[in-house]
């Protein structure tokens, strides 16, 4: 009954993980979620306002596809003095949260037989926009030993006469790896060199421990190839809100621009308002966020490696950890079961981020310290029964 294409679309296993932990609440036991990538924060206040302020202002009607003149002038003003990259509005596209950026330009650039380079363990909707746009999805390996990067041999290893893209995503979801700049420097050289596109997923640009945050659409050659995606999800506890932003070649925005005219025509008038806001307005609120962030983040790391047969590196971004759980000689699968249905703590299998993601499972510490601390415990008490 249904079509082919969708054989090929995988989806986000988070959703399933909840799902499983809300029917063990219905039956009356109590579960530590740290499946869900999301803030636990409210979305702060001057950020609200300025939704409810452009709502009685009347900003409830359609707009361009693309995204309002005004905020995209605002998001090329955002991009030159945070990424030092000047833009020009026709190079801007609203979305409905960062993840259209993805699916959509691979819609747009992907034909049969075209190769797609992607992380792994990485992001699974990139493996499934690549698939359904039937493009053939090639895996980076980003390697725990190297801090959750790639080693950019593998990388020159993948490229081939029929590489289209290359996907990279800094500070990354699931291990919480960060790029260095010399990384940056070689995947610029390499893209230039092989005519590749490259698109950035910087959602978590704001969420870093440690130094600053570089795109490898400022180095030379790139602006001219990047598709430099960013949402307002993670920085600013906004992920139902739904907003996403991106910089790219013009001829790409357009034919971006159309499919968002096909599809939801454009991101919601006054949450594009909203998000302006939220970016030229006091920072102090991320600043916050991030500290609380990265003194959780100490205790999970901490925690998990005072449990027998895990072992957790420090991530420098994102807010999750990436522990390799081969010591306790389960598979990542069974163990994330075992650890949902016997410690009532909701996690993911590395699996859920592709292949590479076997002998590890991923925690987000997007919750509270008290909320980290009993599932520590729990996990600590189930692993020393195995
Ligand atoms: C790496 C990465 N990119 C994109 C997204 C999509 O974000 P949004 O909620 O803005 O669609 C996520 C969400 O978890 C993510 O982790």
């Not at 989806?11 to 609440?25: D, G, P, S, W």
């Not at 693309?66 to 026709?90: K, L, N, W």
């Not at 380079?117 to 190297?146: D, M, T």
Request: charged share 25%; net charge negative.
């Amino acid at each position: 009954m249904f079509a082919e294409r969708m054989s090929r679309l995988g989806t986000e296993t988070a959703f399933e993980v909840l799902a499983k932990a809300r029917a063990l609440e219905a039956q009356g036991k109590e579960i530590v979620h740290l499946e869900f990538g999301e803030p636990d924060f409210d979305t702060p206040d001057n950020i609200r306002k300025a939704a409810e302020k452009a709502i009685w202002d009347g900003q409830t009607h359609y707009g361009p596809s693309a995204g309002m003149m005004s905020v995209r002038e605002a998001i090329c003003e955002h991009f030159a003095a945070d990424r030092g990259i000047q833009y020009t509005p026709d190079q801007i596209v609203l979305t409905p949260g960062g993840k259209p950026i993805i699916f959509l330009p691979i819609l747009a650039l992907i034909d049969h037989g075209d190769e797609v380079i992607y992380p792994n363990p990485g992001y699974p909707i990139y493996e499934s926009a690549i698939n359904f746009a039937g493009g053939k999805a090639v895996p980076l390996h980003y390697r725990e030993e190297r801090d959750f990067r790639f080693d950019i041999a593998e990388l020159e290893e993948k490229i081939s006469p029929k590489t289209k893209m290359l996907i990279i995503n800094s500070p990354q979801n699931p291990t919480g790896g960060v790029l260095e700049p010399s990384d940056l420097e070689r995947i610029a050289e390499l893209s230039v060199a092989n005519d590749v596109i490259v698109l950035s997923d910087e959602v978590f640009s704001k969420i870093i421990y440690e130094g600053k945050h570089h795109t490898v659409a400022s180095l030379p050659g790139m602006k001219e190839r990047t598709i430099l995606m960013d949402a307002h999800s993670k920085t600013y506890a906004m992920t139902g809100w739904r907003l996403g932003y991106a910089a790219m070649p013009k001829a790409i925005a357009e034919r971006f621009t159309k499919l968002n005219t096909n599809i939801y025509s454009h991101a919601t008038t006054f949450v594009q308002i909203a998000g302006v806001e939220a970016l030229k307005g006091p920072q102090d609120e991320v600043v916050k966020m991030v500290g609380i962030f990265k003194e959780r983040r100490d205790a999970i790391v901490d925690g998990l490696n005072a449990i027998d047969g895990f072992s957790c590196l420090r991530p420098k971004g994102a807010f999750y950890v990436f522990p390799n759980i081969t010591g306790t000689g389960l598979k990542s699968q069974e163990l994330a079961d075992r650890v949902l249905n016997e410690a009532g703590v909701a996690c993911l299998s590395g699996t859920c981020f592709g292949s590479f993601g076997e002998g590890y499972l991923r925690f987000s510490y997007a919750n509270s310290l008290d909320n980290i601390r009993k599932a520590l415990d729990r996990i600590g008490e189930l692993v020393s029964k195995l």
